[in-house]
């Protein structure tokens, strides 16, 4: 059976992304006959040819594309491993929250506040992350937990515990046709453009058409504010409300919902307490704004999935 060493799969997928051998080397701090001996030896020992070389450029095969697509997510795999387990032993090791920008409902104070008061709580170091890689953070192992909001961000091999459950609102511009009234519907939104959002499988309002493409809601505002599109939003996204711009309740669109999100191998204590102090947070959060609330009690014994799930996206 053929084995590749990790070093020489690193070696590969610097050559193939780098489609150069001299900038590959380089990028290695190895000399460059060396890493062409090494990409030799691991040709031979595959029996495959993986990149077509010439005086002046440098090609993948089909096997070639399939190593780099297999390789980067093995090596992302070590790393993650690496960092997990390293992590693990850590008796100091400090949190590590991935949010996007203005991603945690106003509840990340009221968190952070609960999880200090927990005996044993850890420094918890913010990240910020982007519109739809905050769950690769807590994948490959740069983050222990992650503000999430389902169903547009993928949980796949996450746990996660639902802090809010919301509605969504339309924003549109003040002269759109329907700015006039106080609540909208999915069918009034037929044949509107509505962004797409990149990294997000688009399912848009029915007869929706999709339009450009956007990583964040800032350039969704924009757009919106050319009359190019309107954008259905997370209520708590889209806040605060823009001055130039109308918010109105769409009262048949899917809820979305605020979670917390781990990955499913992570047993420590100080992310079960973290996860805990969070769920009392939202709980007492919502209590504060609309009277007592059961929530708080799923994560007693640990962390574990909610069962509280929100409805099928339409567009984040």
Do not use: C
């Amino acid at each position: 059976m053929a084995e590749l060493e990790t070093r020489e799969l690193e070696y590969f997928v610097a050559v193939a992304e780098e489609l150069h051998f001299g900038r590959a080397a380089a990028r290695l701090a190895i000399a460059q006959p060396a890493l062409s001996k090494a990409i030799r030896r691991v040709e031979s020992r595959l029996g495959v040819t993986l990149l077509e070389r010439s005086s002046r450029h440098v090609a993948l095969t089909p096997a070639g594309e399939a190593l780099l697509h297999h390789g980067r997510h093995a090596l992302n795999a070590v790393g993650a491993a690496a960092e997990k387990a390293r992590r693990a032993g850590d008796q100091q090791a400090r949190l590590r929250l991935v949010i996007k920008p203005g991603g945690d409902a106003n509840l990340l104070s009221g968190i952070l506040a609960a999880y200090a008061g927990r005996p044993g709580a850890r420094q918890v170091d913010i990240l910020f992350g982007g519109a739809t890689d905050r769950a690769d953070h807590v994948r490959d192992g740069r983050a222990d937990l992650a503000l999430l909001y389902a169903p547009f961000d993928d949980l796949t091999g996450l746990d996660h515990e639902t802090l809010m459950v919301e509605g969504r609102v339309a924003i549109l511009p003040p002269d759109h046709r329907l700015a006039s009234r106080s609540e909208i519907t999915l069918a009034d939104l037929a044949q509107e453009t509505l962004p797409r959002w990149k990294g997000v499988r688009w399912t848009g309002a029915p007869e929706a058409r999709p339009g450009p493409e956007v990583t964040d809601a800032v350039e969704a505002l924009q757009l919106i504010r050319l009359g190019r599109a309107v954008a259905i939003l997370p209520r708590s996204l889209a806040q605060p409300t823009q001055p130039d711009l109308v918010h109105r309740p769409v009262t048949d669109a899917p809820s979305s919902a605020l979670v917390l999100a781990w990955s499913q191998e992570d047993r420590r204590g100080l992310v079960a307490s973290f996860v805990a102090a969070a769920v009392d947070a939202a709980a007492d959060a919502e209590g504060a704004t609309r009277g007592p609330s059961k929530a708080g009690n799923a994560v007693a014994a640990g962390p574990a999935a909610s069962a509280e799930q929100p409805d099928p996206p339409s567009n984040p």
